[in-house]
Each structure stands twice: as structure tokens, then as C-alpha cells.
């Protein structure tokens, strides 16, 4: 699942959060977005401001995620309900194995 956000300086980033099941986390991932040149080429690519959730469990709360993304962009509430349902189906999972 992954969602774009709107970015609070969108002329300068791209903003991304969601949750990766092979990993078990929740992501964000912000950056700088491609300058054109006069004629419209890109004269310079994209590049990473902030990048978290690409190992195992580094994510774990949609908290984490807001705090993290906040500098950036606003977590708008339908996607902050979206992100809840992978949270509470993790906290069910983990309930069932105890």
C-alpha cells in the first residue's frame, strides 16, 4: 500500500507513506523533486530527503509515521485510516500468537 501526499513545498518535494507486508513496516519516503531546464529536460533527478521503513519492523505505528513525515507534508485523515487498518491488523496478529 502506498499513498501520495501533498507536500507543503510541493514545487520542491515528493512525499510517499505506506506500509510494505514483506518487511512488516510502514514507510515514508520524501524527496526532492526534478528540476527542468529551460526546455523542459531534466537537468536534475530526484533525490532522497528522508527515506525509513526499508528494514524489517522499522515502522511499526502510524505515530511514528505522522512524526516522521510532518516536516514535509500533512497526513491527511482518510490515509491515516487506511495506515490504521495495517496497524490494527499487526496488533491482531500479535495478540493470536501469544
Request: aromatic share 10%; net charge positive.
Amino acid at each position: 500500500m502506498k499513498c501520495e501526499l501533498r507536500p507543503r513545498q510541493p514545487d520542491k518535494y515528493i512525499c510517499f507513506v505506506g506500509f510494505d507486508k514483506a518487511l512488516r513496516s510502514f514507510f515514508v519516503y520524501v524527496a526532492n523533486r526534478g528540476e527542468t531546464d529551460r526546455a523542459g529536460k531534466l537537468s536534475r533527478s530526484n533525490h532522497v530527503v528522508v527515506w525509513h521503513g526499508m528494514s524489517d519492523r522499522a515502522i511499526t505505528s502510524v505515530e511514528d509515521v505522522k512524526r516522521l513525515v510532518s516536516p514535509y507534508a500533512e497526513l491527511p485523515r482518510d490515509v491515516e485510516r487506511e495506515l490504521r487498518t495495517y496497524e490494527a491488523a499487526k496488533e491482531k496478529r500479535q495478540g493470536a500468537a501469544q
